[in-house]
């Protein structure tokens, strides 16, 4: 069934004028009477409503069950993630991590940031675009989003990873959980990592680089305030996919 979010009280009895879900139900699902679709607003359930009702410009709903929905993957993660160099890749790190299940978006300009323009306008669309991941997805919990002219590396907790073009003092990938010493692995560890039920109850940060690649003071900065650094060797990736291609893997294997 089809998904909606709405900020509203989903009552027994609904009458819902929303434009783009008119469309939606009358034109792109091409609903009928008594078709079943499910609304939810965070709050951890699922409700399954029945169409009564299509008219011009309203569509009137009649409340069936509710579900709870305990999808939400229990790590919590928070991309810290530099601008990129078009707004087309900001759409695309917010849809697809959206979809795999993060907690929080920081998005924040590095010293090989392109000089972007976040207006209002823009935040107003990503929101959009992560309210519309999270109805495709099935998760049920808004990630938060952040932008940020200035990052204090001094307020960021929980354990961090930096993803890097390149091998820092011959360390391969370095993961660091919470509460629990450094652990040295190579990249092809990835996949017993992935198996290891433990590591989905950790809280963890990944800084991800701009086009540029991070500088030798940025890095350096990190370093220095205790961040580890990941890559997957002599394989770089590009700044919309590296993040996501090392959530995706932990939480689905």
């Known amino acids: 069934m089809q998904r909606f979010y709405f900020d509203i009280e989903l009552d027994n009895k609904l009458i ?13 699902l091409r609903s009928r009477l008594w078709d079943e679709i499910v609304l939810f607003n965070w709050n951890g359930s699922d409700y399954i409503y029945k169409i009564q009702v299509i008219s011009k410009n309203k569509i009137e709903l009649e409340f069936n069950s509710k579900v709870l929905n305990n999808s939400d993957p229990k790590i919590a993660i928070t991309l810290y993630q530099a ?8 759409d695309y790190i917010l849809q697809k991590w959206a979809e795999v299940g993060i907690t929080k978006f920081v998005f924040f300009k590095a010293e090989r940031c392109s000089k972007l323009v976040i207006s209002e306008n823009k935040i107003a669309r990503f929101e959009h675009i992560i309210k519309e991941s999270i109805e495709q997805c099935g998760w049920n919990k808004k990630p938060e989003l952040v932008i940020l002219d200035k990052l204090k590396l001094s307020d960021i907790n929980w354990k961090t990873l930096v993803c890097h073009t390149k ?14 010493a450094i652990q040295k692995i190579d990249h092809h560890s990835l996949y017993s990592l992935g198996h290891d039920d433990k590591w989905k109850e950790f809280k963890i940060n990944i800084f991800v680089w701009p086009e540029g690649g991070f500088s ?29 291609v090392i959530w995706f893997w932990l939480i689905n294997n």
């Open 16 to 28: 819902i004028e929303d434009k783009e879900f008119f469309n939606q139900i009358s034109f792109v």
């Open 167 to 180: 091998e820092i003092e011959n360390k391969n990938i370095v993961i660091a959980r919470e509460n629990e």
């Open 83 to 90: 601008l990129p160099n078009k707004y087309e890749k900001i």
């Open 216 to 244: 030798e003071k940025e890095t350096w900065e990190f370093e220095k305030v205790g961040f580890e650094f990941i890559n997957f060797g002599t394989r770089i990736l590009r700044t919309e996919t590296m993040s996501s």
